[in-house]
């Protein structure tokens, strides 16, 4: 039976050499939802998303994923994007397609092929050859082409030129599962305030805000982009003299 | 899942050696049709230019066979490193660690193909030993395996004690890749110098087995424990009404090796296990 959250986080502490990259963070998120993960750089977006798909332990607190800790369950409902290329460089599309297709139940084969089709990637085409681009987008391809109940995109719009991030967003908003939720981390906000319905601000280890997006546009009367600069706001550095130029 | 993780796996390996074996054998066959045919054809002539042609081919052919020999060697070896440093350590970790599979079935995939890979390619060298010896001097393989079935006929244990060699080899072989396995575990567990430290704790780990060994010998040895169990095993085979020839002497002695090989085997994929489930470090 599916919870009604697909994810909830208590008390979640994360420290790698004694500095804390989570700090007792405490989250709820629910299913059907495209939700983004905005911090600056450093602020612990990948650490909680490397947490949640099972690839970390938490220091302490706990992590359920549709009701379950971290495992076997876990990982066959989560599509992960992560922010490196992961092929091995004896592959063709058709060969991680087929592997796709042996681990997950919910690999759509015939949705991958058309979405290769689309961008004109030949399913012979051999991996290890591909720039880095289109590794990205057969990524992208494996991670949508899943009905999986909670997709997480890690700085998916990072790196790529604007025409690129748009085409990635297009894609990502027509192709994930509705009854699913998509947790999308990036600290480039205005490219994707349009697609989210909620935020969750992150800063240094601790949830510092999770509303919803026209919650937060009908309280503050700003765009998700100008509130995320209020509240990372840093001060720069003016100088010796602080001369202002 | 496991047999899916095997199935790929495999495939990945195949990639690299898969040519490499067959290339070994018809290289080794050439090598001794070469070697017969030459010398048969042409006469003891050091001036002659047919004589100048086969030293080429003396030279040439054995040079192949050495160099597919060490290449063999050479990818086997970086098949068992780096198809699990590159596989569950490096960026490919990224997609194997988010298979819904647990991580000793990652780690057991790797480690049974990275065995079946060395046990192919050491019956690759065997066979291509014997088609060098068979194709110069096929009456003396003939004997030597005549003669070797012969004894087997006389004395039927012996096939069991190949059999185990054969099983022991295999276990010894698994727990041997299972070690470096263990030292790249706890390698990636520094950010900085993976492959330094996983050579550090690779030599430390072969120290700590030569410690415990010595230990366990010096132990034996003062409470005379040797003597007390070849003793008692000797009174066993007596007991039997079995030949006075050692046989379970042999056995006590193989089963010992496969218990030793089997707990260091347990051991590092225990380690393995814990460090890729707990302390997974991908950068």
Same mark, same amino acid.
């Given at each position: 039976m599916k919870t009604e959250l697909v994810v909830e986080c208590r008390d979640l502490t994360k420290n790698f050499s004694g500095v804390? &990259?989570? $700090?007792c963070v405490d989250l709820q998120l629910g299913r059907g939802k495209i939700i983004g993960l905005l911090g600056p750089n450093g602020s612990g977006k990948t650490t909680l998303i490397k947490i949640l798909n099972g690839l970390l332990e938490p220091t302490f607190g706990e992590v359920l994923i549709d009701g379950e800790h971290p495992g076997v369950h876990t990982k066959s409902v989560i599509s992960y994007l992560p $922010? !490196?290329?992961?092929? &091995? *460089?004896?592959?063709k599309v058709n060969d991680i397609f087929d592997m796709f297709g042996d681990f997950y139940k919910d690999f759509d084969r015939e949705k991958a092929e058309m979405m290769c089709a689309s961008m004109g990637?030949?399913? !012979? *085409?051999k991996l290890k050859t591909m720039s880095k681009g289109t590794k990205e987008k057969v990524q992208l391809i494996l991670v949508m082409s899943r009905r999986a109940q909670l997709y997480l995109l890690d @700085? +998916?719009? &990072?790196?790529?030129?604007p025409a690129a991030r748009d085409y990635i967003l297009t894609t990502i908003i027509n192709n994930y599962n509705e009854e699913g939720t998509v947790v999308i981390s990036t600290h480039l906000i205005s490219d994707i305030e349009r697609i989210l319905d909620e935020v969750v601000f992150i800063k240094n280890g601790v949830i510092v805000r999770h509303e919803a997006v026209d919650d937060i546009k009908e309280k503050e009367g700003k765009s998700i982009d100008d509130v995320f600069k209020d509240t990372f706001r840093m001060v720069p550095f003016m100088g010796v003299n602080g001369y202002d130029r | 899942m496991t047999g899916n993780l095997i199935k790929y796996e495999f495939r990945s390996g195949l990639r690299y050696i898969g040519i490499i074996w067959p290339a070994l054998i018809v290289s080794a066959a050439l090598l001794g049709i070469v070697l017969k045919v030459m010398g048969n054809v042409f +006469? @003891? *002539? +050091?001036?002659?230019i047919m004589n100048i042609l086969q030293l080429i081919f003396d030279l040439v052919f054995p040079l192949i066979y050495a160099a597919i020999f060490i290449a063999m060697i050479v990818i086997t070896i970086f098949i068992v490193l780096m198809r699990f440093y590159k596989g569950l350590l490096g960026d490919e970790g990224y997609l194997m660690h988010t298979l819904p599979v647990k991580p000793w079935q990652l780690i057991t995939s790797k480690g049974i193909v990275a065995c079946a890979v060395v046990m192919i390619s050491i019956v690759c060298a065997v066979i291509s030993i014997f088609i060098l010896i068979g194709i110069n001097d096929i009456n003396g393989l003939l004997y030597g395996a005549k003669e070797f079935f012969a004894v087997l006929g006389e004395e039927p244990r012996l096939i069991l004690v190949i059999i185990e060699f054969v099983i022991l080899a295999i276990i010894g072989t698994m727990a041997s890749i299972y070690q470096i396995y263990a030292a790249m575990a706890i390698g990636q567990l520094t950010g900085k110098h993976r492959l330094l430290t996983s050579l550090g704790a690779y030599i430390a780990i072969n120290i700590a087995l030569t410690i415990l060994a010595t230990v366990i010998i010096v132990v034996g040895d003062t409470l005379c424990l040797d003597v007390w169990l070849s003793e008692w095993l000797w009174s066993i085979e007596a007991s039997a009404g079995m030949n006075d020839d050692g046989f379970i002497l042999v056995q006590a002695g193989l089963g010992a090796a496969f218990v030793a090989a089997a707990v260091q085997l347990a051991a590092f994929h225990v380690i393995t296990e814990r460090i890729l489930s707990k302390k997974l470090n991908l950068i």
């Open positions: 804390k &990259a989570l $700090d $922010d !490196k290329t992961y092929f &091995a *460089d004896w592959m990637i030949g399913l !012979k *085409d @700085e +998916p719009i &990072a790196g790529v030129d | +006469p @003891e *002539d +050091p001036q002659g």
